[in-house]
T-cell receptor
């Protein structure tokens, strides 16, 4: 059984650029949630995708968007990057919307 | 007010000690509760779910107090490998699918 994978592992961008982060869910999981974790903080919920539809969103602006594909993998897109977007971006998959979430290793994004 | 609040610590305890962490949550209608463990520069990993009746997994015991809206984690006979940040997690009471994480409690077990 393959766990949750994310790519890339690290990324450096400049302000104003756009970034796409990718996540493959664990086998058998149909739900993907994305989180942002700033240094010294707990993960903050960005949004969740269930059966290719956004299924809940945290307090993040519209420049944070996502997709889920038929194979349940997912992308997080961030437009017009700001310095404060520098963080660890975590993807978590689950067998359902309210079930236990299993995390991937994350993507570390640095915005200069 | 934050959805989930934890004492950030740090907790520094000797090997073999018993240590307890508490976490409070703001919404009385929350239904799912978890403890996750996060090692430095790694992803959070599920330690245990927390059930209404309390539950135990080896040296770890989790308790839920709905009346006071807090969750606890007890670690007995601490090992060096228990050193990590422990995150308290509560689901959103309305949608159920949004998970709220505390800021984490840092534990260092000292030889």
């Amino acid at each position: 059984e393959t766990g949750v994978t994310q790519s890339p592992t690290h990324l450096i961008k400049t302000r104003g650029q756009q970034v796409t982060l990718r996540c493959s869910s664990q086998s058998g999981h149909n739900t993907v949630s994305w989180y942002q974790q700033a240094l010294g903080q707990g993960p903050q919920f960005i949004f969740q995708y269930y059966r290719e539809e956004e299924n809940g969103r945290g307090n993040f602006p519209p420049r944070f968007s996502g997709l889920q594909f038929p194979n349940y993998s997912s992308e997080l897109n961030v437009n017009a990057l700001e310095l404060d977007d520098s963080a660890l971006y975590l993807c978590a998959s689950s067998v359902g919307q309210q079930e236990t979430q299993y995390f991937g290793p994350g993507t570390r994004l640095l915005v200069l | 007010r934050k959805e989930v609040e934890q004492d950030p610590g740090p907790f520094n305890v000797p090997e073999g000690a018993t240590v307890a962490f508490n976490c409070t949550y703001s919404n009385s209608a929350s239904q799912s509760f978890f403890w996750y463990r996060q090692d430095c520069r790694k992803e959070p990993k599920l330690l245990m779910s927390v059930y209404s009746s309390g539950n135990e997994d080896g040296r770890f015991t989790a308790q839920l107090n709905r009346a006071s809206q807090y969750i606890s984690l007890l670690i007995r006979d601490s090992k060096l490998s228990d050193s990590a940040t422990y995150l308290c997690v509560v689901n959103d009471a309305i949608t159920g699918n949004q998970f709220y994480f505390g800021t984490g409690t840092s534990l260092t077990v000292i030889p």
